[in-house]
């Protein structure tokens, strides 16, 4: 049979209630303790944010520090039949080339039929290599496959052709001379209804020193250093290749590199904050935090110093009275256009720098940003201890609590029936009256 508890029956007093009052108060430090620990994961989770944050911008520099980071070009055609791409590598300049050929791939047709006349037969390509195709089956369906699935690279297609027939469609798989190819071992006729050809431009046509470039494919790979062009069409006329600096594209490079740069030490300074509202002073995770502050000093200070005794100001890299980089990408895209070697020397020693400095705050061994998260770790494993620990003391106490107040009830009510016997015994006594 289950027992009820009901505190207080002998006192008439809520002992639960008293009990779970002083247990609030032998609570507060516990209670301290989580709200240090909650302090100390918002700190940390700021923490971390910060450091992915300038390991990001530690990346972004490094790439941009490369000595091509800001070789961009831009390359374009006099023709809309023509498309050129320019990379890192490539240099202003122009060329002018005529389109003689585009690249076609070799494809032929078989004569109509409803099935084939044998299981195996030979595709010979243009370098005399033969390949035995070895069918299933004569059903046009198992020859398609087994061509499919050969190493001849041909691909075949079953086109419909009526009454039940259909004609086998052959076409190699990439395009050019050196993709044609034969078909023998079967008695079934075929017709070649393109023959695989390379592409092809001239140079300097009608000189001493025209020359013919041909390409399996449409693009030429490197006509010019780094330039790729792309043909769609023959062109008697000459088509010209220009090849310009991308002075938009370079301003972009530095561009993400500052916007970078401007978040980190924003998010710091956001996150120093201190914010007051009537009498009520609020302060942000970062604030008074030194790790912090060093580093975005770390930061700017690489970000302002000259470079060779020359100021970053001459490229658009400035420092405003609050503390902010600012960067003036019409100053910098004339630094290109005036010195672009020196230019691109300065911004490259800039990023260096700024990613020297973002990698030993964020570098994950010994990064002076990840040695404070592993202290702050370190410190909120101690609180959860401590938290921990605290559980089993207010357990205990809880336990202690109550069996006093449980030895009370007991007692009083012992002293409660005494008095109760007591008072029986001496009722029963005769009165003085009564005995005369």
Same mark, same amino acid.
């Given at each position: 049979?289950?027992?009820?508890?009901?505190?207080?029956?002998?006192?008439?007093?809520?002992?639960?209630?008293?009990?779970?009052?002083?247990?609030?108060?032998?609570?507060?430090?516990?209670?301290?303790?989580?709200?240090?620990?909650?302090?100390?994961?918002?700190?940390?989770?700021?923490?971390?944010?910060?450091?992915?944050?300038?390991?990001?911008?530690?990346?972004?520099?490094?790439?941009?520090?490369?000595?091509?980071?800001?070789?961009?070009?831009?390359?374009?055609?006099?023709?809309?039949?023509?498309?050129?791409?320019?990379?890192?590598?490539?240099?202003?300049?122009?060329?002018?080339?005529?389109?003689?050929?585009?690249?076609?791939?070799?494809?032929?047709?078989?004569?109509?039929?409803?099935?084939?006349?044998?299981?195996?037969?030979?595709?010979?390509?243009?370098?005399?290599?033969?390949?035995?195709?070895?069918?299933?089956?004569?059903?046009?369906?198992?020859?398609?496959?087994?061509?499919?699935?050969?190493?001849?690279?041909?691909?075949?297609?079953?086109?419909?052709?009526?009454?039940?027939?259909?004609?086998?469609?052959?076409?190699?798989?990439?395009?050019?001379?050196?993709? &044609?190819?034969? #078909? *023998? %071992?079967? $008695?079934?006729?075929?017709?070649?209804?393109?023959?695989?050809? +390379? /592409? @092809?431009?001239?140079?300097?046509?009608?000189?001493?020193?025209?020359?013919?470039?041909?390409?399996?494919?449409?693009?030429?790979?490197?006509?010019?250093?780094?330039?790729?062009?792309?043909?769609?069409?023959?062109?008697?006329?000459?088509?010209?290749?220009?090849?310009?600096?991308?002075?938009?594209?370079?301003?972009?490079?530095?561009?993400?590199?500052?916007?970078?740069?401007?978040?980190?030490?924003?998010?710091?300074?956001?996150?120093?904050?201190?914010?007051?509202?009537?009498?009520?002073?609020? &302060?942000?995770? #970062? *604030? %008074?935090? $030194?790790?912090?502050?060093?580093?975005?000093?770390?930061?700017? +200070? /690489? @970000?302002?110093?000259?470079?060779?005794?020359?100021?970053?100001?001459?490229?658009?890299?400035?420092?405003?009275?609050?503390?902010?980089?600012?960067?003036?990408?019409?100053?910098?895209?004339?630094?290109?256009?005036?010195?672009?070697?020196?230019?691109?020397?300065?911004?490259?020693?800039?990023?260096?720098?700024?990613?020297?400095?973002?990698?030993?705050?964020?570098?994950?061994?010994?990064?002076?940003?990840?040695?404070?998260?592993?202290?702050?770790?370190?410190?909120?494993?101690?609180?959860?201890?401590?938290?921990?620990?605290?559980?089993?003391?207010?357990?205990?106490?809880?336990?202690?609590?109550?069996?006093?107040? @449980?030895?009370?009830?007991?007692?009083?009510?012992?002293?409660?029936?005494?008095?109760?016997?007591?008072?029986?015994?001496?009722?029963?006594?005769?009165?003085?009256?009564?005995?005369?």
């Amino acid at each position: 049979m289950t027992s009820m508890a009901m505190p207080g029956i002998a006192t008439g007093m809520d002992t639960s209630a008293i009990v779970d009052q002083l247990m609030a108060v032998e609570a507060i430090p516990q209670q301290q303790l989580q709200q240090r620990a909650a302090g100390q994961n918002e700190f940390l989770d700021v923490l971390r944010s910060l450091n992915s944050q300038v390991a990001d911008l530690g990346s972004t520099a490094r790439d941009a520090s490369r000595s091509d980071a800001l070789q961009h070009f831009t390359a374009s055609t006099s023709t809309d039949s023509v498309v050129a791409t320019a990379s890192s590598d490539a240099a202003p300049g122009s060329l002018d080339f005529t389109v003689d050929d585009v690249a076609a791939r070799h494809t032929m047709v078989t004569d109509a039929v409803a099935e084939w006349d044998t299981t195996s037969f030979t595709i010979t390509g243009a370098d005399g290599e033969a390949h035995t195709i070895e069918a299933a089956s004569a059903s046009l369906n198992d020859i398609v496959q087994a061509i499919n699935r050969s190493d001849a690279g041909i691909n075949a297609t079953r086109v419909a052709a009526g009454d039940g027939t259909h004609r086998l469609q052959l076409a190699a798989a990439e395009t050019g001379a050196d993709g &044609a190819f034969t #078909l *023998t %071992g079967t $008695s079934i006729g075929s017709t070649v209804t393109a023959e695989g050809a +390379d /592409a @092809a431009v001239t140079l300097w046509a009608g000189t001493a020193a025209e020359q013919r470039i041909t390409s399996p494919t449409n693009t030429f790979s490197d006509l010019l250093p780094g330039v790729d062009v792309t043909v769609s069409q023959p062109s008697a006329a000459p088509v010209t290749l220009s090849v310009e600096q991308d002075a938009e594209a370079s301003a972009s490079t530095a561009q993400e590199l500052m916007d970078g740069l401007s978040s980190v030490l924003g998010f710091i300074s956001g996150q120093s904050d201190v914010s007051t509202e009537g009498d009520e002073v609020t &302060a942000s995770p #970062l *604030t %008074g935090d $030194s790790t912090s502050r060093a580093a975005r000093q770390r930061l700017v +200070d /690489a @970000a302002i110093q000259p470079i060779n005794g020359q100021s970053l100001s001459t490229i658009g890299i400035e420092i405003t009275r609050n503390g902010d980089i600012t960067f003036d990408e019409a100053r910098f895209t004339q630094a290109l256009a005036n010195d672009r070697e020196g230019t691109e020397e300065m911004f490259a020693a800039f990023a260096g720098r700024i990613a020297d400095t973002a990698v030993s705050l964020s570098d994950r061994y010994d990064g002076q940003i990840t040695s404070r998260i592993t202290g702050q770790e370190a410190s909120i494993r101690r609180t959860e201890d401590q938290i921990a620990t605290w559980d089993t003391r207010l357990a205990n106490r809880r336990a202690a609590l109550d069996r006093t107040y @449980a030895s009370l009830e007991v007692a009083i009510q012992q002293m409660n029936s005494q008095m109760e016997y007591m008072q029986s015994q001496l009722a029963g006594l005769p009165q003085a009256n009564q005995a005369r």
